[in-house]
């Protein structure tokens, strides 16, 4: 289950955006479209996508939102290669944490949304400018976003187990990590509900992978 407001002000803000557009699309055609209307799709229009701007900025230093996985699909990781996973994550705390494989790639959404607030403001603080300067923005968010649909940043969870193992979420997510460290030995990791191979795996595991505890978390700076 996801936490957290993104999803519900990204709805928002898409709606926001779609209106924006077809009042300057309107506009652009010789449609009368009150002052006021503009100004006030416009202003939320900013407002909105700067603060989604933001939160994507913010989330390649802090990392993903916290969600809770299935151990059936899962990995589990000898203490070996566990390192790599630790380093990587944004989040990290003595039951588990979170992070992008590709945390670069937040600047995608960021770059867009910032590009849609710069048209849209642009709009408002100048009425009488081409709708091309509006709409613009509108096509860099679209541009971002179908890049970063292509070249996703892909978070990753992991929950440690015993010993030093820990169970990672999704295997594709550990897949790429232990591709970028460069393999020094043959990969030991393995499902977590297959047969093991390599070292011993622990003798337990927790029952219910919860995320971290929010004063068990720390991000890293």
Not at 11 to 20: D, G, I, N, Q, Y
Not at 121 to 148: E, N, R, Y
Request: charged share 20%; aromatic share 6%; proline share 10%.
């Amino acid at each position: 289950m996801r936490r957290g407001w993104g999803p519900n002000l990204t709805e928002v803000a898409t709606v926001a955006l779609s209106m924006f557009g077809a009042l300057v699309i309107a506009r652009a055609a010789g449609v009368d479209v009150p002052e006021r209307a503009m100004l006030g799709c416009a202003g939320a229009t900013v407002a909105i996508a700067l603060a989604i701007a933001g939160q994507a900025a913010v989330s390649a230093w802090r990392g993903p939102r916290i969600e809770s996985f299935s151990r059936d699909h899962a990995v589990l990781c000898d203490p070996r290669d566990a390192r790599c996973v630790r380093d990587a994550a944004q989040i990290r705390g003595t039951m588990g944490g979170a992070g992008y494989v590709h945390r670069r790639r937040r600047a995608l959404p960021a770059a867009g949304w910032s590009a849609a607030a710069a048209g849209a403001a642009a709009q408002m603080l100048d009425p009488g400018l081409p709708p091309a300067v509006a709409l613009a923005g509108i096509a860099s968010l679209l541009v971002a976003a179908g890049l970063s649909r292509r070249f996703p940043p892909m978070p990753f969870y992991y929950l440690e187990a015993m010993d030093g193992w820990v169970l990672v979420h999704p295997q594709s997510a550990w897949t790429q990590l232990l591709a970028r460290r460069g393999p020094p030995d043959a990969p030991r990791a393995v499902p977590s509900g297959g047969s093991w191979q390599g070292d011993e795996p622990p003798e337990s595991l927790p029952d219910a992978p919860e995320p971290p505890k929010s004063n068990d978390v720390r991000a890293r700076r």
